[in-house]
Nanobody, 127 residues
Framework: QVQLVESGGGLVQAGGSLRLSCAASGFTFDDYAIGWFRQAPGKEREFVGAISWSVGNTEYAESVKGRFTISRDNAKNTMYMQMYSLKPEDTAVYYC????????????????????WGRGTQVTVSS
């Protein structure tokens, strides 16, 4: 059974940093559709970033490019997202997502491409 568990969220002041984790069970991260999304209050869920697992290629939304970095740890079967220079507009619930049937190593930006989601972790950035 595919399960994803996010952690690492919290309350931080503007300009601060957080590192989110996405631990997987029931499967091993590989060149599937793997990504991070977020949903702010009153807004639709949006793409944040994606990673091609074996090569490590990443892509990010323009709003976080240069501030967020996705990485992975094969031994721990865990994905991370380091977030720097956080802004109040980064406040949201952050989700990791995967689709193990998309085994191509491509990067997917649309949430419709993903089949399994974690429950999310809250990130709150105060001004």
């Amino acid at each position: 059974q595919v399960q994803l568990v996010e952690s690492g969220g919290g309350l931080v002041q503007a300009g601060g940093s957080l590192r989110l984790s996405c631990a997987a069970s029931g499967f091993t991260f590989d060149d599937y559709a793997i990504g991070w999304f977020r949903q702010a209050p009153g807004k639709e869920r949006e793409f944040v970033g994606a990673i091609s697992w074996s090569v490590g290629n990443t892509e990010y939304a323009e709003s976080v490019k240069g501030r967020f970095t996705i990485s992975r740890d094969n031994a721990k079967n865990t994905m991370y997202m380091q977030m720097y220079s956080l802004k109040p507009e980064d406040t949201a619930v952050y989700y990791c997502a995967v689709n193990p049937t998309y085994h191509s190593g491509s990067l997917y930006y649309n949430q419709e491409a993903y089949t399994h989601w974690g429950r999310g972790t809250q990130v709150t950035v105060s001004s």
